[in-house]
């Protein structure tokens, strides 16, 4: 059963180009994932298909007006429990690889407001949307990025939609950890030469290499990702050869 995305809007050709590229277009393809894109305005009320008014209480922008949400859902999801309805929003639980997990294996159809304007009427949040979420603390000037955000963080680890363009599973590996240096050819770039551990084909001392990167990058970029993440035995030796390693280095100077 395919994963089935909706993304209201009022702008859709914003999505349709960049779903008409690369891995989402082959997933979409191949029926792994489906992304249905509706344009509000074909639910507003009135002849003029207007869906922003002025905010009661006065102050700058426009606001969304409530009834063309309304009238969508009722018309194309009635149903609550089949449907799982997102706003895009500054407000909302802030995304994370764990929340794109947890929605890669949502059975409910997803269905993405995305707010343009100030805002959305409050009584569409109130009574119609099951989750606000955040990509980021910074304001953008619609919901379209953030839904489209979302849908690539979670088609990617539906099975299937990767294929040979790379695995979640070795991504589960490092799971938490911020990635290892990467290397292709040449091996020897303008005196840059690749670490020789990678080119001795002896994937146990790869994979410890790897995974002695990823918690060196860590520890220095995001040493808060450290603190949540469960450390083995052999991540805790690990750890303490990197701080050996600074020692030495902080000797060596
Ligand atoms: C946003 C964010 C965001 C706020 C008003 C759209 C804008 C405008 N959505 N994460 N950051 N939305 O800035 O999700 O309507």
Same mark, same amino acid.
């Given at each position: 059963?395919?994963?089935?995305?909706?993304?209201?809007?009022?702008?859709?050709?914003?999505?349709?180009?960049?779903?008409?590229?690369?891995?989402?277009?082959?997933?979409?393809?191949?029926?792994?994932?489906?992304?249905?894109?509706?344009?509000?305005?074909?639910?507003?009320?009135?002849?003029?298909?207007?869906?922003?008014?002025?905010?009661?209480?006065?102050?700058?922008?426009?606001?969304?007006?409530?009834?063309?949400?309304?009238?969508?859902?009722?018309?194309?999801?009635?149903?609550?429990?089949?449907?799982? !309805? *997102?706003?895009?929003?500054? =407000?909302?639980?802030?995304?994370? #690889?764990?929340?794109?997990?947890? &929605?890669?294996? %949502? /059975?409910?159809? !997803? *269905?993405?407001?995305?707010? =343009?304007?100030?805002?959305?009427? #409050?009584?569409?949040?109130?009574? &119609?949307?099951? %989750? /606000?979420?955040? !990509?980021?603390?910074?304001?953008?000037?619609?919901?379209?990025?953030?839904?489209?955000?979302?849908?690539?963080?979670?088609?990617?680890?539906?099975?299937?939609?990767?294929?040979?363009?790379?695995?979640?599973?070795?991504?589960?590996?490092?799971?938490?950890?911020?990635?290892?240096?990467?290397?292709?050819?040449?091996?020897?770039?303008?005196?840059?030469?690749?670490?020789?551990?990678?080119?001795?084909?002896?994937?146990?001392?790869?994979?410890?290499?790897?995974?002695?990167?990823?918690?060196?990058?860590?520890?220095?970029?995001?040493?808060?990702?450290?603190?949540?993440?469960?450390?083995?035995?052999?991540?805790?030796?690990?750890?303490?050869?990197?701080?050996?390693?600074?020692?030495?280095?902080?000797?060596?100077?």
């Amino acid at each position: 059963m395919s994963t089935k995305f909706h993304v209201v809007t009022i702008f859709p050709e914003m999505l349709e180009t960049y779903l008409g590229f690369s891995i989402l277009k082959r997933a979409i393809r191949n029926n792994i994932v489906s992304v249905e894109i509706h344009n509000l305005r074909d639910y507003s009320p009135n002849k003029h298909k207007t869906v922003d008014d002025s905010p009661f209480g006065g102050g700058a922008g426009m606001v969304m007006k409530p009834d063309p949400f309304f009238r969508i859902v009722e018309a194309l999801w009635p149903e609550k429990e089949k449907r799982k !309805i *997102i706003m895009l929003s500054p =407000r909302g639980r802030l995304f994370s #690889q764990d929340s794109a997990m947890e &929605l890669s294996h %949502e /059975e409910k159809d !997803i *269905i993405f407001f995305c707010g =343009r304007y100030e805002a959305i009427d #409050q009584r569409v949040s109130d009574y &119609l949307v099951d %989750e /606000e979420i955040s !990509i980021g603390d910074y304001i953008l000037t619609g919901g379209e990025l953030p839904a489209l955000v979302i849908i690539d963080a979670v088609a990617r680890l539906i099975p299937g939609v990767l294929g040979d363009f790379g695995s979640t599973e070795e991504e589960s590996f490092s799971w938490g950890l911020l990635d290892y240096p990467h290397y292709t050819r040449p091996e020897h770039f303008q005196g840059m030469s690749v670490p020789g551990v990678l080119m001795s084909g002896n994937h146990r001392e790869i994979n410890r290499w790897r995974k002695k990167q990823a918690i060196k990058t860590t520890l220095e970029k995001r040493p808060e990702l450290l603190e949540r993440y469960v450390l083995t035995d052999k991540d805790r030796e690990l750890l303490e050869e990197i701080k050996e390693d600074n020692n030495e280095l902080d000797r060596g100077n």
